[in-house]
């Protein structure tokens, strides 16, 4: 019998098959939903309505993921839910098996290999970058030190008009009180090697936008990271009659998506030079305040377009100077909820309640632009439905092996692509390879996997 290790045990994973290595375990008990490279066996199970993501590695590595998202998760950081640990695994022939990690999956997200199969264009592939960026100095701002910062470690979700990057693997990472300059640097010279070449990878694929240039990309995401820290944490120094500065530095952080918990500010002493710099800074400013006034539980950016409706409402019903939680109810109730219950309970897996009412505010504004009037919401609503959020893409969770998915290319990975699609090759995945050696039997692998062929290319573009 296994063992668990699990702050929050679900009782229905006992009956498993622990005792079956994981790449072998029963179809009946596996979903397809996509997932990014890995250098371990990784597959997604459903029990019952839920669904978990099951990471098979060696014990310590195992243990001490599971803690650092437990940490993760109590600072309140974008990152996956971590479930549990199961242990003492033994095959029925006696032969000890490697421990699996759970975590919950994190429902509408998915990977950048996903995101990139149909190709993206440049201004999507910038807001991935900028997800990216927030995600990385979030990250340093609470002292985690991530180690082995990538894509493919990233799980990304809509966010409004933007992204939210999500960490997914915290294997080498580690938490500090407050991280150096030189950890800081660490990371970046990390990224810079891995994003590099999963941009290549991209690249060689067919699949990036030709105005993107790889290099180009991985120093957009360091100049972003290194203006977005200084934000965040750089003095500031300016004469005594521009106290209006401060103001400026608290709005200007706000408008990131940041609360300043504490300002340290000092003055010489003829009080002629103000110096400030923020001492506390924590993420999701408008998110808190949505979730305080609504409950409503969002991404940053959702919360803020939300918050803007909300700030409409109040001006359109003249309630400026009434009690901002009263305004609130009854937009809630006079607006959001009546726009979400136009969703029918067939669709509302294609897309979060809050991103459904951003697409459909985005809706309404060229509905009413071509209509040459304002549209109402209700009307916007019903519209955006029937033309739009009924031919998006489901979040397919159906359990491999029914007749629709035998034809999958990977039954574990629906974005690589279907069987019969003679033209596509599957993603090559350097990890899934047991040897490569120089004996192994296996091709060379392409120039975009090539180390050497990396710095040969990273020359050219310096």
């Not at 990977?111 to 990216?132: C, E, H, I, Q």
């Not at 067919?206 to 003095?235: C, F, H, K, M």
């Not at 209509?371 to 033309?387: D, F, L």
């Amino acid at each position: 019998m296994p063992r668990f290790l699990s702050a929050r045990p679900d009782a229905r994973l006992i009956t498993l098959p622990w005792e079956t290595p994981l790449e072998a375990w029963p179809l009946d008990n596996l979903v397809a939903l996509p997932r990014g490279i890995s250098r371990h066996v990784v597959r997604f199970i459903k029990v019952g309505q839920d669904i978990y993501a099951a990471k098979e590695v060696v014990e310590h590595l195992a243990r001490h993921e599971y803690e650092l998202l437990r940490d993760l998760n109590r600072l309140d950081t974008p990152s996956v839910e971590p479930v549990g640990v199961v242990t003492e695994r033994f095959a029925p022939d006696g032969t000890p098996l490697d421990p699996i990690l759970l975590t919950r999956h994190l429902q509408f997200s998915l990977p950048y290999r996903s995101l990139f199969n149909r190709g993206v264009r440049l201004d999507t592939v910038n807001r991935l970058v900028d997800a990216m960026v927030v995600l990385l100095a979030r990250l340093h701002l609470v002292g985690f030190l991530w180690g082995d910062v990538s894509l493919s470690n990233t799980l990304f979700r809509r966010d409004a008009g933007s992204f939210a990057a999500y960490l997914v693997d915290a294997e080498t990472g580690e938490l500090h009180d407050e991280l150096s300059d030189g950890q800081r640097e660490h990371d970046l010279s990390i990224a810079r090697t891995n994003l590099f070449g999963e941009f290549l990878d991209v690249e060689a694929g067919g699949l990036l936008d030709e105005a993107l240039d790889p290099q180009t990309l991985v120093e957009s995401i360091e100049n972003r990271y290194r203006e977005l820290w200084a934000e965040l944490t750089e003095v500031e120094e300016f004469d005594g009659s521009e106290m209006h500065r401060i103001e400026s530095r608290v709005r200007r952080l706000n408008a990131l998506g940041f609360d300043v918990a504490e300002l340290d500010i000092t003055t010489d002493f003829a009080g002629s030079t103000v110096r400030i710099q923020p001492k506390v800074v924590d993420a999701g400013h408008h998110t808190r305040r949505l979730l305080r006034l609504t409950g409503l539980d969002v991404e940053e950016n959702q919360a803020r377009r939300l918050l803007n409706d909300l700030d409409y409402f109040r001006a359109q019903t003249d309630q400026q100077n009434a009690d901002e939680a009263i305004v609130a109810h009854q937009w809630l109730q006079q607006r959001f909820e009546p726009v979400i219950d136009q969703v029918p309970s067939d669709l509302r897996g294609k897309l979060e309640p809050a991103q459904f009412y951003h697409e459909v505010l985005e809706h309404r504004w060229f509905e009413s632009e071509r209509a040459g009037r304002e549209i109402p919401m209700i009307e916007a609503a019903k519209s955006y439905v029937r033309t739009v959020l009924r031919n998006l893409p489901d979040e397919q969770v159906e359990v491999p092996g029914r007749a629709e998915l035998a034809e999958l290319a990977n039954p574990y990975d629906p974005s690589q692509g279907y069987a019969d699609e003679e033209d596509e090759e599957k993603p090559y995945d350097p990890w899934e390879d047991d040897d490569l050696g120089p004996d192994a039997g296996v091709s060379a692998a392409p120039d975009f996997l090539d180390i050497e062929a990396l710095r040969q290319k990273a020359r050219k573009h310096s």
